[in-house]
C-alpha cells in the first residue's frame, strides 16, 4: 500500500513566523504532489501544486519538492492566524488516476 | 458560477437504510471522485470516473455503489451493508485524471447512522 506521512502536530508558531510542514511519500514513482488547507468542518481548499524538484512560491506560500529523498514540504511566510487549519499532503496514485492523501498536520498560529 | 456542489450538507439515517449522497460540478471536468474522511484520518478514495458511463473502484469501495449518467453528475449511494457509515463524504473533480491534474472539492455530506 502506498503511503504518504506527515507529522500530525499540532504545529504551533507566532503570528508573523515561517511554519514549515512536512510530508514523504512512499512510491518512486509520483509525479504529482499537492497542498490542501481544511479548516475544521470545512472540505480541503487546494493552495499548492508541484511536480518538478526545486521550490514553487505562490504568494506567502512554497512548495519544495526533492524526489531523491521523497520528500515534499510547505513553508508559509509571515504566518497569520487565519492560517490556522489542517494541512493535507496528497501524492498522485501510480496510475495517475486518484489521489493518495496523508492525515494532515495541523497548524496553530497565535497572535 | 462555476463549482462543485453537494447535498445535502447533513444527513440523518437509520441504520439498515440506503441513502444517496448527491454531488453536481458545472466546470465541465471529466473525473469525478468520492472520498471518505472519518475524524482526525486523511481522505480515503470510495470511487472514482474517469469519463460517463465508466467508474471504478477505490480502496473502500464495498458497501458503496455509484453511477455516471451525466458528465455533470455522481452521485454516492451508501448501502446497508456499509458496516461503519457514519463519516464526512467529499466529491471532488478535475479536468480528467493522470498527472498533473488538480482536484477541487465540493463542500461535503456530512452523514449520520444511528
Known sequence: QKEVEQNSGPLSVPEGAIASLNCTYSDRGSQSFFWYRQYSGKSPELIMFIYSNGDKEDGRFTAQLNKASQYVSLLIRDSQPSDSATYLCAVNNQAGTALIFGKGTTLSVSS | ?114
Open chain 2, 1 to 114: 458560477d462555476g463549482g462543485i456542489t453537494q447535498s445535502p450538507k447533513y444527513l440523518f439515517r437509520k441504520e439498515g437504510q440506503n441513502v444517496t449522497l448527491s454531488c453536481e460540478q458545472n466546470l465541465n471536468h471529466d473525473a469525478m471522485y468520492w472520498y471518505r474522511q472519518d475524524p482526525g484520518q486523511g481522505l480515503r478514495l470510495i470511487y472514482y470516473s474517469q469519463i460517463v458511463n465508466d467508474f471504478q473502484k477505490g480502496d473502500i469501495a464495498e458497501g458503496y455503489s455509484v453511477s455516471r449518467e451525466k458528465k455533470e453528475s455522481f452521485p454516492l449511494t451508501v448501502t446497508s451493508a456499509q458496516k461503519n457509515p457514519t463519516a464526512f463524504y467529499l466529491c471532488a473533480s478535475s479536468i480528467g485524471t493522470g498527472f498533473p491534474y488538480e482536484q477541487y472539492f465540493g463542500p461535503g455530506t456530512r452523514l449520520t447512522v444511528t
